[in-house]
Antibody, heavy 119, light 107 residues
């Protein structure tokens, strides 16, 4: 069974760095065509793709946030990480970990972790 | 960036009715369109990819169609459990982008 589970700090202050972890099981990020990444959704709003990392270490970011995002992976421990630097209140959202297998649609989603940026 | 437009924020329908939710891309996305269903309090779930391929386990009352810039998700006989938000997404090029969602309301 393929599962993804997000973890994060819950709440942090403006200007801090947000660190998120996706722990997954049921597949390997060393498999050709496999990718894991992040999508966020502010409360009551739509979905915004942020970044994905591929089995070959290729990384793709949403251009408007690229300067603040860093995605990385630990293939041996089945984890993917996302850091967002210099957070602002607009980064308050539920952050979902998602899987891509080859064709850039998101076939598996985690339950999400809620992040609040507040002073 | 490719903009995905779902022109109906809300659609109201009755159990047993046929309903079609539309999505328009700002440029040709070569049938690289996926549809997701998000029920209240849940994460989105993949329904359709490559415009018309049903994901594993998705009931056959859900059908996707379209080409070029215009795509449609049709539910042939709406069930009460289909109350949800529906999002389209283009998986043609990065940045991957979503429509703003259509909320299906059951009368």
């Amino acid at each position: 069974q393929v599962t993804l589970k997000e973890s994060g700090p819950g709440i942090l202050q403006p200007s801090q760095t947000l660190s998120l972890t996706c722990s997954f099981s049921g597949f390997s990020l060393s498999t050709s065509g496999m990718s894991v990444g992040w999508i966020r959704q502010p409360s009551g709003k739509g979905l915004e793709w942020l970044a994905h990392i591929w089995w070959n270490d290729d990384k793709y970011y949403i251009p408007v946030l690229k300067s603040r995002l860093t995605i990385s992976k630990d293939t041996s421990n089945n984890q993917v990480f996302l850091k967002i630097a210099s957070v602002v209140t607009a980064d308050t959202a539920t952050y979902y970990c998602t899987r891509i297998y080859y064709a850039n649609y998101f076939d598996i989603w985690g339950a999400g972790t809620t992040v609040t940026v507040s002073s | 960036d490719i903009v995905m437009t779902q022109s109906h924020k809300f659609m109201s329908t009755s159990v047993g009715d046929r309903v079609s939710i539309t999505c328009k891309a700002s440029q040709d996305v070569s049938t690289a369109v996926a549809w997701y269903q998000q029920k209240p309090g849940q994460s989105p779930k993949l329904l359709i990819y490559w415009a018309s391929t049903r994901h594993t386990g998705v009931p056959d009352r859900f059908t996707g169609s379209g080409s070029g810039t215009d795509y449609t998700l049709t539910i042939s006989s709406v069930q009460a459990e289909d109350l949800a938000l529906y999002y389209c997404q283009q998986h043609h090029i990065t940045p991957f982008t979503f429509g703003s969602g259509t909320k299906l309301e059951i009368k």
